[in-house]
Protein backbone atom coordinates (compact mmCIF):
# COMPACT_ATOMS: atom_id res chain seq x y z
CA UNK A 1 0.00 0.00 0.00
CA UNK A 2 2.12 3.48 -1.06
CA UNK A 3 1.94 5.57 1.78
CA UNK A 4 0.31 9.05 1.94
CA UNK A 5 2.66 11.86 1.55
CA UNK A 6 2.87 14.94 2.67
CA UNK A 7 2.04 17.20 -0.64
CA UNK A 8 -1.29 15.31 -0.49
CA UNK A 9 -2.05 16.21 3.18
CA UNK A 10 -1.73 19.40 3.07
CA UNK A 11 -3.50 19.72 -0.60
CA UNK A 12 -6.71 18.37 1.99
CA UNK A 13 -5.86 21.80 4.13
CA UNK A 14 -5.20 23.88 1.65
CA UNK A 15 -8.99 25.74 1.57
CA UNK A 16 -10.13 24.77 4.83
CA UNK A 17 -6.54 25.98 7.11
CA UNK A 18 -4.59 29.27 6.77
CA UNK A 19 -1.96 26.99 7.64
CA UNK A 20 -2.35 23.89 5.43
CA UNK A 21 1.22 22.80 5.44
CA UNK A 22 1.25 22.26 9.42
CA UNK A 23 -2.07 20.77 9.45
CA UNK A 24 -0.53 18.09 6.82
CA UNK A 25 2.19 17.58 9.24
CA UNK A 26 0.00 17.09 11.92
CA UNK A 27 -2.08 14.48 10.38
CA UNK A 28 1.05 12.18 9.19
CA UNK A 29 2.42 12.26 12.60
CA UNK A 30 -1.13 11.41 14.13
CA UNK A 31 -0.99 8.51 11.52
CA UNK A 32 2.04 7.01 12.68
CA UNK A 33 1.46 7.61 16.45
CA UNK A 34 -1.76 5.80 15.79
CA UNK A 35 -0.33 2.59 14.07
CA UNK A 36 2.13 2.81 16.88
CA UNK A 37 -0.37 2.78 19.31
CA UNK A 38 -2.81 -0.04 17.57
CA UNK A 39 0.94 -2.32 17.67
CA UNK A 40 0.93 -2.18 21.24
CA UNK A 41 -2.31 -2.28 21.59
CA UNK A 42 -2.67 -5.65 19.81
CA UNK A 43 1.12 -6.56 20.87
CA UNK A 44 -0.39 -7.45 24.51
CA UNK A 45 -1.79 -11.03 22.50
CA UNK A 46 0.95 -11.97 20.92
CA UNK A 47 2.38 -15.43 21.35
CA UNK A 48 4.73 -17.64 19.47
CA UNK A 49 2.11 -18.85 17.68
CA UNK A 50 0.20 -16.38 16.50
CA UNK A 51 2.99 -13.94 15.81
CA UNK A 52 2.48 -14.49 11.88
CA UNK A 53 -1.15 -14.11 11.70
CA UNK A 54 -0.71 -10.80 13.87
CA UNK A 55 1.86 -9.50 11.53
CA UNK A 56 -0.79 -9.69 8.90
CA UNK A 57 -3.59 -8.35 10.80
CA UNK A 58 -1.60 -5.52 11.46
CA UNK A 59 -0.87 -5.06 7.78
CA UNK A 60 -4.23 -6.01 6.70
CA UNK A 61 -5.58 -2.92 9.07
CA UNK A 62 -2.94 -0.77 8.16
CA UNK A 63 -3.02 -1.19 4.55
CA UNK A 64 -6.81 -0.58 4.65
CA UNK A 65 -7.03 2.42 7.27
CA UNK A 66 -4.45 4.02 5.37
CA UNK A 67 -6.63 3.24 2.05
CA UNK A 68 -9.43 5.22 4.34
CA UNK A 69 -7.33 8.05 5.54
CA UNK A 70 -6.87 8.88 1.83
CA UNK A 71 -10.15 8.90 0.30
CA UNK A 72 -11.07 11.28 3.50
CA UNK A 73 -7.81 13.52 2.67
CA UNK A 74 -9.45 13.43 -1.06
CA UNK A 75 -12.71 14.57 -0.57
CA UNK A 76 -11.48 16.99 2.36
CA UNK A 77 -9.41 18.66 -0.48
CA UNK A 78 -12.87 19.45 -1.98
CA UNK A 79 -13.60 21.56 0.85
CA UNK A 80 -13.43 25.37 1.40
CA UNK A 81 -13.99 28.08 3.79
CA UNK A 82 -15.11 31.40 3.47
CA UNK A 83 -12.84 32.13 6.31
CA UNK A 84 -9.93 31.26 3.89
CA UNK A 85 -11.41 31.89 0.55
CA UNK A 86 -13.25 35.06 1.44
CA UNK A 87 -17.43 35.76 1.09
CA UNK A 88 -17.53 37.05 -2.11
CA UNK A 89 -18.99 35.05 -4.65
CA UNK A 90 -18.44 31.91 -2.22
CA UNK A 91 -19.98 28.51 -3.67
CA UNK A 92 -22.63 27.78 -0.66
CA UNK A 93 -24.25 24.91 -2.01
CA UNK A 94 -20.88 23.51 -3.69
CA UNK A 95 -19.07 23.76 -0.50
CA UNK A 96 -21.96 22.30 1.86
CA UNK A 97 -22.02 19.41 -0.70
CA UNK A 98 -18.52 19.30 -0.37
CA UNK A 99 -18.54 18.75 3.59
CA UNK A 100 -21.09 16.18 3.80
CA UNK A 101 -18.89 13.91 1.07
CA UNK A 102 -15.78 14.68 3.46
CA UNK A 103 -17.78 13.90 6.81
CA UNK A 104 -19.61 10.85 5.62
CA UNK A 105 -15.79 9.64 4.47
CA UNK A 106 -14.33 10.45 8.12
CA UNK A 107 -17.42 7.85 9.37
CA UNK A 108 -16.49 5.23 7.10
CA UNK A 109 -13.26 5.76 7.78
CA UNK A 110 -13.42 5.53 11.62
CA UNK A 111 -16.50 3.10 11.51
CA UNK A 112 -14.13 0.71 9.48
CA UNK A 113 -11.46 1.00 12.05
CA UNK A 114 -13.63 -0.10 15.27
CA UNK A 115 -15.03 -2.97 13.46
CA UNK A 116 -11.10 -4.30 12.37
CA UNK A 117 -9.93 -3.57 15.77
CA UNK A 118 -13.35 -5.47 17.17
CA UNK A 119 -11.72 -8.02 14.71
CA UNK A 120 -8.39 -8.48 15.81
CA UNK A 121 -9.36 -8.77 19.87
CA UNK A 122 -11.89 -11.21 18.83
CA UNK A 123 -9.01 -13.27 16.72
CA UNK A 124 -5.99 -12.76 19.32
CA UNK A 125 -7.24 -12.12 22.68
CA UNK A 126 -8.17 -14.99 24.95
CA UNK A 127 -10.38 -13.31 26.84
CA UNK A 128 -12.79 -12.43 23.96
CA UNK A 129 -16.33 -13.70 23.91
CA UNK A 130 -16.99 -16.22 21.99
CA UNK A 131 -19.96 -16.63 19.67
CA UNK A 132 -23.33 -17.68 20.99
CA UNK A 133 -25.12 -20.73 19.48
CA UNK A 134 -28.54 -21.23 18.73
CA UNK A 135 -27.44 -24.71 19.67
CA UNK A 136 -26.74 -23.70 23.47
CA UNK A 137 -29.27 -25.11 26.02
CA UNK A 138 -29.31 -21.41 27.54
CA UNK A 139 -28.88 -19.59 24.33
CA UNK A 140 -31.91 -17.23 25.31
CA UNK A 141 -30.29 -16.09 28.93
CA UNK A 142 -27.09 -16.30 27.44
CA UNK A 143 -28.29 -13.46 24.60
CA UNK A 144 -29.87 -11.84 27.48
CA UNK A 145 -26.77 -11.28 29.13
CA UNK A 146 -24.77 -10.27 27.03
CA UNK A 147 -27.90 -7.53 26.07
CA UNK A 148 -27.48 -6.66 29.48
CA UNK A 149 -23.60 -5.94 29.51
CA UNK A 150 -24.06 -4.10 26.39
CA UNK A 151 -26.74 -1.50 27.40
CA UNK A 152 -23.96 -1.10 30.68
CA UNK A 153 -21.62 -0.14 28.36
CA UNK A 154 -24.17 2.65 26.34
CA UNK A 155 -24.36 3.90 29.86
CA UNK A 156 -21.05 3.77 30.57
CA UNK A 157 -20.13 5.80 27.13
CA UNK A 158 -22.36 8.09 28.26
CA UNK A 159 -21.38 9.16 31.30
CA UNK A 160 -17.71 9.00 29.97
CA UNK A 161 -18.27 11.89 27.61
CA UNK A 162 -20.48 13.82 30.24
CA UNK A 163 -16.88 13.63 32.39
CA UNK A 164 -15.00 14.38 29.03
CA UNK A 165 -17.02 17.77 28.25
CA UNK A 166 -17.65 18.87 31.58
CA UNK A 167 -16.20 22.39 31.29
CA UNK A 168 -12.71 22.97 32.84
CA UNK A 169 -12.20 19.01 32.74
CA UNK A 170 -8.28 18.34 32.12
CA UNK A 171 -6.48 15.47 31.34
CA UNK A 172 -5.70 14.00 34.55
CA UNK A 173 -9.80 14.68 36.03
CA UNK A 174 -10.98 12.94 33.26
CA UNK A 175 -8.63 10.21 33.47
CA UNK A 176 -9.77 9.38 37.31
CA UNK A 177 -13.25 10.04 36.11
CA UNK A 178 -12.57 6.97 33.38
CA UNK A 179 -11.05 4.35 35.50
CA UNK A 180 -13.80 5.38 38.10
CA UNK A 181 -16.29 4.17 35.68
CA UNK A 182 -13.86 0.88 34.60
CA UNK A 183 -12.56 1.49 31.15
CA UNK A 184 -9.03 0.52 30.45
CA UNK A 185 -5.67 2.24 29.93
CA UNK A 186 -6.77 1.98 25.97
CA UNK A 187 -9.79 3.48 25.55
CA UNK A 188 -8.80 6.07 28.39
CA UNK A 189 -5.92 7.09 25.60
CA UNK A 190 -8.69 6.49 22.66
CA UNK A 191 -11.38 9.12 24.88
CA UNK A 192 -8.45 11.43 25.48
CA UNK A 193 -6.89 11.76 21.90
CA UNK A 194 -9.95 11.14 19.12
CA UNK A 195 -8.81 10.27 16.02
CA UNK A 196 -10.17 12.89 13.97
CA UNK A 197 -8.87 15.28 16.51
CA UNK A 198 -11.69 17.02 17.93
CA UNK A 199 -13.08 17.41 21.63
CA UNK A 200 -12.14 14.13 24.08
CA UNK A 201 -14.71 11.78 24.64
CA UNK A 202 -15.88 8.45 22.73
CA UNK A 203 -16.95 8.78 19.07
CA UNK A 204 -20.54 9.02 18.02
CA UNK A 205 -20.32 6.01 15.70
CA UNK A 206 -19.10 3.91 18.52
CA UNK A 207 -22.19 4.53 20.52
CA UNK A 208 -24.48 3.82 17.54
CA UNK A 209 -22.39 0.32 16.81
CA UNK A 210 -22.76 -0.73 20.15
CA UNK A 211 -26.65 0.36 19.97
CA UNK A 212 -26.96 -1.76 16.96
CA UNK A 213 -25.44 -4.19 18.85
CA UNK A 214 -28.36 -4.00 21.67
CA UNK A 215 -31.13 -4.55 18.84
CA UNK A 216 -29.51 -6.95 16.81
CA UNK A 217 -29.08 -9.12 19.90
CA UNK A 218 -33.03 -8.62 20.76
CA UNK A 219 -33.78 -9.18 17.99
CA UNK A 220 -32.31 -12.86 18.06
CA UNK A 221 -33.51 -13.23 21.30
CA UNK A 222 -37.54 -12.43 19.79
CA UNK A 223 -36.36 -15.05 17.36
CA UNK A 224 -35.72 -17.97 19.52
CA UNK A 225 -38.65 -17.15 21.93
CA UNK A 226 -40.89 -17.59 18.85
CA UNK A 227 -38.97 -20.55 18.34
CA UNK A 228 -39.52 -22.21 21.14
CA UNK A 229 -42.76 -20.73 21.40
CA UNK A 230 -43.77 -22.86 17.77
CA UNK A 231 -42.11 -26.14 19.20
CA UNK A 232 -44.97 -26.01 21.76
CA UNK A 233 -47.45 -26.34 18.99
CA UNK A 234 -45.85 -27.90 16.40
CA UNK A 235 -46.34 -31.80 15.73
CA UNK A 236 -42.60 -32.82 15.61
CA UNK A 237 -43.30 -35.41 12.75
CA UNK A 238 -45.17 -34.99 9.76
CA UNK A 239 -44.56 -35.90 5.56
CA UNK A 240 -44.69 -33.79 3.06
CA UNK A 241 -44.32 -35.30 -0.62
CA UNK A 242 -43.93 -38.63 0.93
CA UNK A 243 -40.41 -37.75 2.55
CA UNK A 244 -40.54 -37.64 6.93
CA UNK A 245 -39.85 -34.51 8.07
CA UNK A 246 -38.74 -34.78 11.79
CA UNK A 247 -38.56 -31.28 13.77
CA UNK A 248 -35.92 -32.51 16.64
CA UNK A 249 -35.89 -30.00 19.34
CA UNK A 250 -33.19 -31.80 21.54
CA UNK A 251 -30.96 -31.75 18.86
CA UNK A 252 -31.77 -28.43 17.32
CA UNK A 253 -32.06 -30.43 13.85
CA UNK A 254 -34.49 -30.23 11.26
CA UNK A 255 -34.13 -33.53 9.94
CA UNK A 256 -35.44 -35.31 5.95
CA UNK A 257 -35.74 -38.77 5.46
CA UNK A 258 -36.34 -40.14 1.94
CA UNK A 259 -37.55 -43.45 2.30
CA UNK A 260 -36.62 -46.15 -0.26
CA UNK A 261 -34.03 -45.18 -3.49
CA UNK A 262 -32.13 -42.06 -3.01
CA UNK A 263 -33.24 -38.85 -3.88
CA UNK A 264 -32.75 -37.47 -7.39
CA UNK A 265 -29.02 -35.77 -8.47
CA UNK A 266 -31.46 -32.69 -8.75
CA UNK A 267 -32.85 -32.90 -5.36
CA UNK A 268 -29.43 -33.53 -3.78
CA UNK A 269 -28.11 -30.25 -5.23
CA UNK A 270 -31.00 -28.62 -4.24
CA UNK A 271 -30.48 -29.50 -0.42
CA UNK A 272 -26.92 -28.82 -0.77
CA UNK A 273 -27.93 -25.76 -1.79
CA UNK A 274 -30.44 -24.93 0.85
CA UNK A 275 -28.10 -25.43 3.37
CA UNK A 276 -28.57 -29.39 4.53
CA UNK A 277 -26.22 -31.97 4.63
CA UNK A 278 -25.97 -35.63 5.03
CA UNK A 279 -25.86 -37.40 7.97
CA UNK A 280 -24.05 -41.35 7.44
CA UNK A 281 -24.89 -41.91 11.22
CA UNK A 282 -28.65 -40.87 11.41
CA UNK A 283 -29.23 -41.92 7.63
CA UNK A 284 -30.98 -38.04 7.00
CA UNK A 285 -30.90 -35.19 5.57
CA UNK A 286 -30.51 -32.45 8.14
CA UNK A 287 -30.10 -28.48 9.02
CA UNK A 288 -30.49 -26.04 12.33
CA UNK A 289 -34.18 -25.76 12.86
CA UNK A 290 -35.58 -22.36 13.15
CA UNK A 291 -38.18 -21.28 10.48
CA UNK A 292 -35.54 -20.45 7.34
CA UNK A 293 -34.72 -24.20 7.67
CA UNK A 294 -38.67 -24.99 7.34
CA UNK A 295 -38.56 -22.43 4.00
CA UNK A 296 -35.84 -24.00 2.31
CA UNK A 297 -37.48 -27.87 3.14
CA UNK A 298 -40.80 -26.84 1.62
CA UNK A 299 -38.92 -25.36 -1.18
CA UNK A 300 -36.83 -28.53 -1.83
CA UNK A 301 -39.86 -30.61 -1.41
CA UNK A 302 -41.88 -29.73 -3.72
CA UNK A 303 -39.28 -30.24 -6.27
CA UNK A 304 -39.30 -34.04 -5.01
CA UNK A 305 -43.51 -33.73 -6.53
CA UNK A 306 -42.35 -32.69 -9.86
Known amino acids: ??????ATAIEAY???????????????????????????????WRTDDNTAAMD????????????????????????????????SGFPVERAQKANESANKRLDEWLEWSHKQRDRIARQFNPAASTIISADDEDAIAQLQAKRDRLAQRQERYKAANKICRRTGATEESITCG?????????????????????????????????????????????????????????????????????????????????????????????LKAHGFHWSPRQMCWMRQLNNNARYAMREVLQECAQ
Open 1 to 6: MTEITL
Open 14 to 44: RGISFAPERRGEQFLTELAEHFDYIAQWAGR
Open 56 to 87: DALAYYRDGYTSKARTYLNAQSRCISWFVTGP
Open 178 to 270: LLDLGFADEDIRGALHPLWGGKPGFEPFVLANNNANIRRIEERIKALEREAARRETTPSEYKINGVQVVEDGDDNRLKLFFSGKPPAPAVIAS
